[in-house]
C-alpha cells in the first residue's frame, strides 16, 4: 500500500547510506499542519480580539504558514509583532487548547500514506523518532488521536525538552537512544540544519508548500511524496 502516490524518480545528491533510525518532523512531513491550524487559527484571534489582546485584523494566514518549523515564541514574534508578552503566551495557551480539540475533527489528516509507509520501515528494523519545534501536548496529541504513537520510539518536542534549536533537540536524541547513523526527514530550513549540525543524512519533503525554494537546500535527497520513503531507503547502500 505504501507505494501508492509516488511519482517519478527521487531526487538524490549522491549514494545514501542505510540508516539505524529516521527522525521525522511533525508538521508539513507527517501531518498535514493547515487541516488543523487554520481554523484553530482564525478562532484564537476572534477571542485575542474578546479579551483585548488583539485589535484589527487576523494576520494573513499565510504568515502563519510561512512561520511553521520556528519555535512559538518566534512565530508570535512575526505573526503579532506588536503583541504583548501576555499576549504572547495567551496565544500559546489558546492555539495548543483550538488544535487539540480540532483532532477530534476527521478533516485534520496526515498526508497520503503515512501510516503504511511508517509500518513497512518499522517492519524493516527501522528505529523511528519525531523531533518537532512544537509543544508537547500538541506533538503526543497528534501522534495519538491519528494512531502514529505505537509507530514510534520516541516522540522529542521542544516544549518538553526546552531546546532552544532543532539541532540541540535532535543531538539530544541521538544521545538518549545511541544512534550513530539516521535520516533526519522533514520540510523545512530547520530540518536540515538539525541533521547536517548533527552529522546525519537529510531528507527534504517537498510536499507541504510552507517554504521557500531555497529552504530545503542542502538535503541529500528530495522527495513529492511520503511513500517515496520506502524505495529510498530499500535502494540505500549498507554500508
Not at 489528516?109 to 517492519?123: A, H, M, N, W
Amino acid at each position: 500500500m505504501a507505494d501508492e502516490g509516488m511519482s517519478g524518480e527521487v531526487e538524490t545528491t549522491g549514494k545514501l547510506i542505510k540508516p539505524e533510525a529516521m527522525i521525522f518532523d511533525m508538521d508539513g512531513t507527517l501531518f498535514q499542519t493547515e487541516t488543523l491550524l487554520l481554523p484553530a487559527y482564525h478562532k484564537m484571534f476572534d477571542i485575542l480580539r474578546e479579551e483585548g489582546h488583539h485589535e484589527g485584523d487576523t494576520p494573513d494566514e499565510q504568515l502563519m504558514l510561512g512561520s511553521l518549523g520556528m519555535l512559538l515564541e518566534d512565530i508570535w514574534k512575526r505573526v503579532i509583532p506588536h503583541g504583548t508578552s501576555e499576549a504572547h503566551r495567551r496565544a500559546d495557551e489558546l492555539l495548543l487548547q483550538l488544535e487539540l480539540e480540532g483532532l477530534e475533527n476527521e478533516e485534520a489528516v496526515l498526508y497520503p500514506g503515512v501510516v503504511e509507509t511508517l509500518s513497512e520501515l518499522k517492519e524493516r528494523g527501522v528505529r523511528l523518532f519525531v523531533a518537532s519545534n512544537g509543544l508537547e501536548d500538541y506533538v503526543k496529541g497528534i501522534a495519538m488521536a491519528r494512531d502514529l504513537a505505537p509507530l514510534f520510539e520516541g516522540l522529542y518536542s521542544a516544549g518538553e525538552h526546552a531546546t532552544t534549536s532543532k539541532v540541540d533537540l535532535v543531538a539530544l536524541l541521538l544521545k538518549n537512544h545511541g544512534i550513530q547513523r539516521a535520516w533526519m526527514i522533514g520540510d523545512r530550513s530547520s530540518d536540515v540544519e538539525a541533521g547536517k549540525e548533527n552529522g546525519q543524512t537529510v531528507i527534504g519533503c517537498q510536499y507541504a508548500g510552507f517554504g521557500s525554494d531555497s529552504e530545503l537546500s542542502g538535503s541529500d535527497a528530495i522527495i513529492t511524496t511520503f511513500p517515496e520513503l520506502i524505495s529510498l531507503y530499500d535502494s540505500s547502500a549498507e554500508s
